[in-house]
């Protein structure tokens, strides 16, 4: 399995045997082909701009021509997937070792990227929820009679404050870093506060203006 960084970028030329390990990889990891150019191109390691779309379709339709990928319409835009031919082309490249290696898969880079985040921003969401359990100490201690609004104020901020922290700990320390050999199918990191969402760390919770402050 490649675990070396690589952040993507423009289309460079690559063998067709390698952009079919592409397709191959990108079917294994989800989603459920036909599969749009993007997530080949992500695999090879090219963004998603019009100018590597460009570069790459072309490439895509001279394989489907070969008879080594299939491609099905969906949205008006062509949809790739290996077929029985390409599947039997690039086993047999394999086998001779003439495949080479692919970039990084876009699930270890995710996984990469969340550590680092993590990594980067953990101290401050302990700073930040040790700030807030001394607030709350001060006024169950300190005021006398805290507001109905201020206690329920406090309980959404150490939701949110807790959820930030578990979910940097997750990331840091717990997730289990991907295998090129299947999908990494833990939580969607699009998923709302599951331990993966670090997209939402910096979304505002809950309305609530004082939880909006971030560490």
């Known amino acids: 399995m490649v675990t070396e960084a690589q952040e993507l970028g423009k289309y ?5 045997m390698l952009i079919l390990a592409a397709v191959q990889r990108a079917e294994r990891h989800g989603p459920k082909p036909p599969l749009p150019h993007r997530i080949v191109g992500a695999h090879l390691g090219f963004k998603n701009t019009a100018p590597n779309s460009r570069l790459l379709l072309p490439r895509l339709k001279a394989l489907r021509d070969a008879g080594s990928l299939a491609s099905s319409r969906k949205f008006g835009k062509d949809r790739w997937t290996l077929s029985r031919s390409g599947r039997s082309r690039l086993a047999a490249a394999r086998r001779k070792g003439e495949v080479g290696e692919l970039p990084e898969s876009p699930q270890h880079r995710e996984w990469r990227h969340a550590r ?3 990594a980067k921003r ?3 969401f302990k700073e930040h929820t040790r700030d807030l359990v001394e607030e709350a100490d001060r006024k ?3 005021a006398k009679h805290p507001t109905a609004d201020e206690l329920l104020s406090l ?5 949110w404050a807790f959820w930030l922290l578990g979910s940097a700990t997750y990331c840091l320390h717990e997730w289990p870093e991907p295998d090129d050999a299947k ?3 833990g939580e969607h990191r ?3 506060f599951s331990r993966r969402s670090v997209v939402f760390w910096d979304k505002p919770w809950a309305g609530d203006k004082e939880a909006q402050a971030r560490p």
């Open 155 to 159: 309980s959404r901020r150490f939701e």
């Open 12 to 16: 460079t030329p690559v063998p067709d």
């Open 140 to 142: 169950l201690v300190d």
């Open 183 to 185: 999908m990494d199918s």
């Open 122 to 124: 953990i101290v401050g």
């Open 190 to 192: 699009d998923r709302p």
């Open 116 to 118: 680092e985040e993590a």
